[in-house]
């Protein structure tokens, strides 16, 4: 019973899983015997399946052989040439399949033998009928040597299958007595293994709840305040190290009950002290409380009268940037108004050329007009002379008196239109000289108006920078009323968190002081019930 609580139940187990792998190895055996049983009544099947196949295509072979014999036709050799094919292959897959049995490789030579003489008979009478006829072929056939060969062929099949008929009853035979075995074993293995795991269980049960049982009086002992006990040790096991360990908790248990005694008295002197300190930081408490009340209505005052400063100084920011912004406006407007006063003298100046410049082409057709006035009066004149050369002709001159007269007419409408010419070009030139006068007038007004525009816009762009000036100002003014207003909240909201940490700090005062005077009675009660309830 010195084994250790694990080695005996591994003990147990071990037992039973050794009886249960010596269970499981017979009936794996069983079970590969079931398994190769199976296949080898598979492989019996296939070798039936061949044998059959091989005397298919004889009697195929046989069958076009005769088709042929009655008609001498070719097409009826079909059956006999598929079963030249199939019955070699049938006849090796036979030999593969009984390769480990040396009756069956005797009686597939057999069947090889006879299968090829089949096949020489069958190829004789053929060719008897095509050299000879159908009589003589009929009469090698009469022989009944053919029959003979089909009857040892199914003779040697037959044999063949009694002999895998023979070997799977004896396969057979092995496999139910492997089951058997294995039932046997199965059963009275299992038996024997309930048999043994109940007797071990039983027995490490037994070892383990009875040393159990008397720790757990132990314990209970200690837990009703009984220290001067000692648990059972005479064990090696770990129930033993167990009641070790339940020793040494006693032990501890009695230092730690000594040394709660006196912490117990010295609790009750701390306690007192802690009660007195309380109650005078209780008091404390209350009149620091009462101050940040005051001091928080105080600073409530001041950040409203902030909070109005801040909104006035918004205020005339607000309207510093709407002046300056008209301002901006103005300065705009001068300056455009500039630009338009510039547009128009330089327009001016241009109209002024451009008279001057048709003046001087009035000049010049005031020139023309003289020139053709001159020569209108030449044309006159050469007019009267025609006239009088041609009154001096006679008769031969008529024609040339009325061409006279026709140039004469076309000079005085050519003069007359000259003078209505010059007359227009002397309204047209006293016109031009009162344009020239105006605009000339016209230019040194716009000179003067860009010189006022000039310090229209000068006091406006200094009025402009006062303005921004103050903005700035007033901004910088409204930021720090802002910071003051900022500050105020922090130290207000600082004041409020003063406040409530004053309130807290009295609540956990006056908690302190009920837990001083609650640990004050615990101190006493840990110390009556130390000294009644464990005995040393």
Excluded: C
Excluded at 75 to 92: G, N, S
Excluded at 123 to 148: I, S
Excluded at 167 to 196: H, M, N, P, W, Y
Excluded at 409 to 424: C, F, G, H, M, P
Aim: aromatic share 2%; net charge negative; proline share 1%.
């Amino acid at each position: 019973m010195n084994l250790r609580i694990g080695a005996r139940i591994l003990l147990g187990f071990g037992l039973a899983l050794l009886i249960s792998a010596i269970v499981s190895v017979v009936s794996y055996r069983s079970t590969v015997e079931l398994v190769d049983s199976a296949d080898w009544v598979a492989h019996t099947h296939q070798v039936r399946e061949k044998l059959a196949d091989v005397l298919s295509a004889l009697k195929d072979a046989e069958t076009g052989q005769r088709g042929f014999l009655i008609t001498g036709q070719e097409r009826y050799l079909e059956p006999y040439d598929a079963a030249l094919q199939l019955i070699d292959r049938d006849i090796q897959d036979v030999r593969q399949f009984t390769a480990d049995n040396p009756v069956q490789q005797k009686n597939v030579e057999t069947l090889q033998t006879v299968a090829n003489g089949k096949l020489a008979e069958l190829r004789q009478t053929m060719e008897l009928r095509k050299q000879k006829g159908f009589d003589v072929a009929l009469k090698e056939v009469l022989t009944d040597k053919g029959k003979a060969l089909m009857d040892d062929a199914r003779r040697v099949v037959r044999d063949m299958e009694e002999e895998e008929n023979r070997r799977l009853k004896q396969r057979d035979e092995q496999q139910k007595a492997s089951a058997r075995a294995t039932t046997t074993v199965i059963v009275f293995g299992g038996l024997l293994s309930v048999v043994l795991v109940g007797i071990a269980g039983a027995v490490i049960q037994r070892s383990i709840t009875r040393p159990l049982a008397a720790f757990m009086q132990f314990v209970e002992r200690v837990g009703q305040g009984d220290l001067t006990q000692q648990a059972p040790i005479s064990r090696g096991d770990e129930l033993g190290d167990l009641g070790r360990s339940l020793n040494q908790m006693v032990t501890g248990l009695k230092e730690v009950a000594g040394q709660t005694r006196g912490a117990a008295e010295n609790l009750k002197g701390a306690t007192a002290e802690i009660l007195a300190s309380t109650q005078q930081q209780a008091s404390s408490t209350g009149e620091q409380a009462a101050a940040v009340q005051e001091t928080t209505a105080t600073m409530a005052e001041i950040s409203q009268s902030g909070a109005q400063i801040s909104e006035r100084a918004k205020q005339v920011a607000a309207a510093a940037e709407a002046t300056s912004a008209a301002s901006n406006a103005g300065l705009q407007a001068v300056q455009g108004t500039t630009r338009t006063i510039e547009a128009i003298r330089e327009q001016a100046e241009a109209v002024a050329e451009n008279v001057v410049v048709l003046s001087e082409k009035t000049q010049a057709v005031g020139e023309i007009i003289a020139t053709v006035n001159n020569i209108a009066e030449q044309s006159h004149l050469l007019a009267l002379n025609a006239a009088i050369e041609a009154a001096g002709a006679g008769e031969q001159g008529s024609r040339f008196s009325i061409v006279a007269n026709e140039i004469k007419n076309l000079a005085d409408q050519s003069k007359e239109a000259t003078v209505q010419v010059r007359s227009i070009l002397g309204d047209i030139q006293k016109g031009i000289n009162s344009s020239v006068m105006l605009t000339e007038e016209a230019v040194k007004r716009a000179e003067s108006g860009k010189q006022q525009a000039d310090v229209a816009d000068r006091t406006i762009r200094q009025l402009a920078e006062n303005i921004q000036q103050s903005l700035q100002a007033f901004q910088q003014i409204a930021a720090g009323a802002n910071q003051q207003q900022i500050g105020f909240d922090q130290v207000m909201q600082a004041v409020r968190n003063i406040g409530q940490a004053s309130g807290q700090t009295a609540d956990s005062t006056r908690q302190l002081e009920k837990a001083a005077a609650g640990l004050n009675a615990l101190a006493d009660q840990l110390r009556k019930v130390v000294v009644e309830r464990y005995r040393l």
